[in-house]
């Protein structure tokens, strides 16, 4: 898996397995394995958010010259989901079902058009306008394996 | 790869939108209002005018405003890139699509020249200005996925439907453009059913299953071959008047297997929390695939079963129980998250208003949408008791009246909180 759109589409693919079983953990009222579940994807999502935010990124615009493009409306789009993770994480220490079904409802969403736009667009242009695609792929894993 | 074209932040504004939604409710409910006043013989014939009046305002009034109104959210989502001037051009559409489907369905009831010529200019410049601006971002090379393609052979659909359409309805002004029979008619029924609205449905689908359920990607090989081969079943169907039957078998075979298949992609889901669009995905494949059972019996079976008029009861099952039960599923989610999405984008250059965001399930409680199910629910069989049993008219106009209203109060409470937090991040 040496080119970037797959290694990242697989990466979306893991957190959103994750959360859909911190997800469901918390349909059951679950708290403790819910509490597991939520840590695991709330790490996993921030080390590839990063991975975007300070390797992907910062090489795209170098090899496109293209700084407020797309790039900086998914910068935008990773905040807000920050946001919301501050209040799924609120819901989830009062252990108020209702309230995290609806934030993860909104984040589940939210997360699905991001990633959308990244896997249809962004991607695969990373992969035709970075030089070294192979080397940029080993130091996503590095960061977020 | 044309860099310049991309804009990610191409999104409609959410008033345009909730406008489509709105108008196509009040079709549907100008539906239910002629069921009600137009009797029961009305459901002895496919050709009655009232009944011709009443099938458009489910097909031209309520299912392809929403799909015009969703086609603006979804293309830049997809493909990245939005209609130039959608504002604009979203607006024009609607103004002369509504007023233009209005005068149709009335033209049915009243045949009066000015109403058909009304209806004709006015559908024309609609759809008119509306595809053109559609084609004119299609033909870009936006991502070639398989959603954008399977969009465009729908879009093919819906360009030949209307011109049968529009054709058609010349007819009655003397204008005798083709020959006019019944295979014609079917033809028009036919595209429009299995073609743009499948087509679309199917396009949608391959997005937003493994996106809001965290299902399984669909098949390659479905996703590359299912729209050719439907898009092939329909141009075999222009050519083939003698072979209708068989290709009409042909095309529910391949929409029965690919909403089963849907339905067993969804079984796999990895999000196992209870949600209504599931449940209205499963009504739609049993309802497809009832229809793919019915089609394949003797009329004589059928007619022992009582049912008279089976193009008639057949194409109302696919047009309300597949079709319909679809779009309600999909606007319990889009309704929100439009509603949420709009609102984030006010926040992006401060944060801290986010916390007076609402999320998805204020904005359309989980309870309010299983009401609509059960009430579509109580509809869809109404109707088909009422395609048996036609004196039960009624029964039908008062529970698509209830459903329709309900699904307008929830439209409007969804608005109403919008407008509140609006109100809220600006002071």
Same mark, same amino acid.
């Given at each position: 898996?040496?080119?970037?759109?797959?290694?990242?589409?697989?990466?979306?693919?893991?957190?959103?397995?994750?959360?859909?079983?911190?997800?469901?953990?918390?349909?059951?009222?679950?708290?403790?394995?819910?509490?597991?579940?939520?840590?695991?994807?709330?790490?996993?999502?921030?080390? %590839?958010?990063?991975?975007?935010?300070?390797?992907?990124?910062?090489?795209?615009?170098?090899?496109?010259?293209?700084?407020?493009?797309?790039?900086?409306?998914?910068?935008?789009? %990773?905040?807000?989901?920050?946001?919301?993770?501050?209040?799924?994480?609120?819901?989830?220490?009062?252990?108020?079902?209702?309230?995290?079904?609806?934030?993860?409802?909104?984040?589940?969403?939210?997360?699905?058009?991001?990633?959308?736009?990244?896997?249809? !667009?962004? $991607?695969?242009?990373?992969?035709?306008?970075?030089?070294?695609?192979?080397? !940029?792929?080993?130091?996503?894993?590095?960061? &977020?394996? | 790869?044309?860099?310049?074209?991309?804009?990610?932040?191409? #999104?409609?504004?959410?008033?345009?939108?909730?406008?489509?939604?709105?108008?196509?409710?009040?079709?549907? +409910?100008?539906?239910?209002?002629?069921?009600?006043?137009?009797?029961?013989?009305?459901?002895?014939?496919?050709? %009655?005018?009232?009944?011709?009046?009443?099938?458009?305002? $489910?097909?031209?009034?309520?299912?392809?405003?929403?799909?015009?109104?969703?086609?603006?959210?979804?293309?830049?989502?997809?493909?990245?890139?939005?209609?130039?001037?959608?504002?604009?051009?979203?607006?024009?559409?609607?103004?002369?699509?509504?007023?233009?489907?209005?005068?149709?369905?009335?033209?049915?009831?009243?045949?009066?020249?000015? #109403?058909?010529?009304?209806?004709?200019?006015?559908?024309?410049?609609?759809?008119?200005?509306?595809?053109?601006?559609?084609?004119?971002?299609?033909?870009?090379?936006?991502?070639?996925?398989?959603?954008?393609?399977?969009?465009?052979?729908?879009?093919?659909?819906?360009?030949?439907?209307?011109?049968?359409?529009?054709?058609?309805?010349?007819?009655?002004?003397?204008?005798?453009?083709?020959?006019?029979?019944?295979?014609?008619?079917?033809?028009?029924?036919?595209?429009?059913?299995?073609?743009?609205?499948?087509?679309?449905?199917?396009? /949608?689908?391959?997005?937003?299953?493994?996106?809001?359920?965290?299902?399984?990607?669909?098949?390659?090989?479905?996703?590359? $071959?299912?729209?050719?081969?439907?898009?092939?079943?329909?141009?075999?169907?222009?050519?083939?008047?003698? %072979?209708?039957?068989? #290709?009409?078998?042909?095309?529910?075979?391949?929409?029965?297997?690919?909403?089963?298949?849907?339905?067993?992609?969804?079984?796999?889901?990895?999000?196992?929390?209870?949600?209504?669009?599931?449940?209205?995905?499963?009504?739609?494949?049993?309802?497809?695939?009832?229809?793919?059972?019915?089609?394949?019996?003797?009329?004589?079976?059928?007619?022992?079963?009582? /049912?008279?008029?089976?193009?008639?009861?057949?194409?109302?099952?696919?047009?309300?129980?597949? /079709?319909?039960?679809?779009?309600?599923? !999909?606007?319990?989610?889009?309704?929100?998250?439009?509603?949420?999405?709009?609102?984030?984008?006010?926040?992006? +250059?401060?944060?801290?208003? !986010?916390?007076?965001?609402?999320?998805?399930?204020?904005?359309?409680?989980?309870?309010?949408?299983?009401?609509?199910?059960?009430?579509?629910? &109580?509809?869809?069989?109404?109707? /088909?008791?009422?395609?048996?049993?036609?004196?039960?008219?009624? #029964?039908?106009?008062?529970?698509?009246?209830?459903?329709?209203?309900?699904?307008?109060?929830?439209?409007?409470?969804?608005?109403?909180?919008?407008?509140?937090?609006?109100?809220?991040?600006?002071?």
């Amino acid at each position: 898996m040496n080119a970037i759109p797959d290694y990242m589409t697989d990466k979306h693919r893991h957190c959103d397995d994750i959360f859909a079983e911190a997800e469901a953990e918390v349909a059951k009222e679950n708290w403790i394995l819910a509490e597991q579940k939520w840590q695991t994807f709330t790490r996993e999502l921030e080390l %590839h958010l990063q991975a975007e935010e300070q390797i992907l990124f910062p090489e795209f615009e170098q090899a496109t010259g293209m700084t407020s493009g797309p790039t900086q409306v998914m910068r935008m789009e %990773h905040e807000q989901m920050r946001g919301l993770l501050t209040s799924l994480n609120k819901s989830l220490v009062e252990k108020n079902s209702e309230d995290f079904l609806g934030f993860s409802e909104t984040l589940m969403v939210l997360m699905q058009q991001h990633n959308m736009k990244e896997e249809m !667009m962004l $991607y695969p242009m990373c992969q035709q306008n970075i030089s070294d695609t192979e080397q !940029m792929t080993a130091q996503l894993k590095q960061h &977020c394996d | 790869m044309n860099l310049s074209g991309l804009n990610f932040s191409a #999104l409609p504004e959410i008033n345009i939108i909730f406008r489509f939604f709105v108008c196509a409710v009040l079709f549907a +409910l100008g539906g239910a209002f002629l069921i009600l006043i137009s009797g029961a013989e009305v459901w002895q014939s496919r050709w %009655h005018p009232n009944m011709l009046a009443i099938t458009h305002c $489910y097909t031209l009034g309520f299912i392809t405003t929403v799909m015009m109104g969703a086609l603006l959210q979804i293309l830049p989502v997809i493909g990245g890139i939005g209609i130039p001037k959608v504002k604009q051009v979203a607006n024009t559409f609607l103004i002369f699509h509504v007023i233009g489907t209005f005068s149709l369905i009335t033209s049915f009831i009243w045949p009066i020249s000015t #109403l058909t010529i009304a209806a004709i200019i006015l559908l024309f410049i609609g759809y008119g200005i509306y595809l053109v601006a559609l084609i004119s971002v299609l033909v870009k090379k936006l991502s070639q996925g398989s959603s954008i393609i399977t969009i465009r052979f729908a879009l093919c659909a819906l360009l030949f439907t209307l011109i049968l359409g529009l054709l058609m309805v010349a007819r009655n002004l003397g204008w005798q453009i083709i020959s006019f029979d019944k295979y014609i008619t079917d033809m028009h029924a036919i595209w429009g059913i299995a073609g743009w609205f499948s087509l679309l449905i199917i396009a /949608v689908s391959f997005q937003i299953i493994p996106m809001f359920h965290v299902a399984p990607e669909f098949n390659e090989r479905i996703r590359n $071959y299912l729209p050719k081969l439907i898009s092939v079943l329909l141009l075999l169907v222009m050519f083939s008047e003698g %072979h209708v039957q068989e #290709l009409v078998f042909l095309l529910l075979l391949v929409n029965s297997l690919f909403i089963g298949y849907l339905c067993y992609l969804l079984s796999l889901r990895k999000r196992k929390i209870p949600d209504t669009t599931v449940n209205f995905w499963r009504l739609s494949a049993v309802s497809l695939i009832t229809v793919f059972i019915l089609y394949l019996l003797p009329e004589k079976l059928l007619m022992a079963l009582g /049912v008279e008029q089976p193009t008639l009861t057949l194409a109302a099952m696919v047009i309300f129980l597949y /079709v319909i039960s679809i779009i309600l599923g !999909m606007m319990l989610k889009i309704m929100p998250f439009l509603s949420y999405t709009h609102l984030q984008q006010r926040c992006l +250059l401060d944060f801290s208003l !986010m916390q007076l965001l609402p999320n998805m399930h204020q904005f359309l409680p989980p309870k309010h949408g299983k009401k609509l199910f059960y009430l579509h629910l &109580c509809t869809a069989s109404v109707l /088909v008791l009422t395609l048996i049993f036609n004196q039960l008219y009624l #029964l039908l106009a008062f529970t698509l009246l209830v459903e329709f209203c309900w699904l307008l109060v929830l439209l409007m409470r969804c608005k109403r909180l919008y407008n509140v937090t609006i109100k809220n991040i600006n002071n």
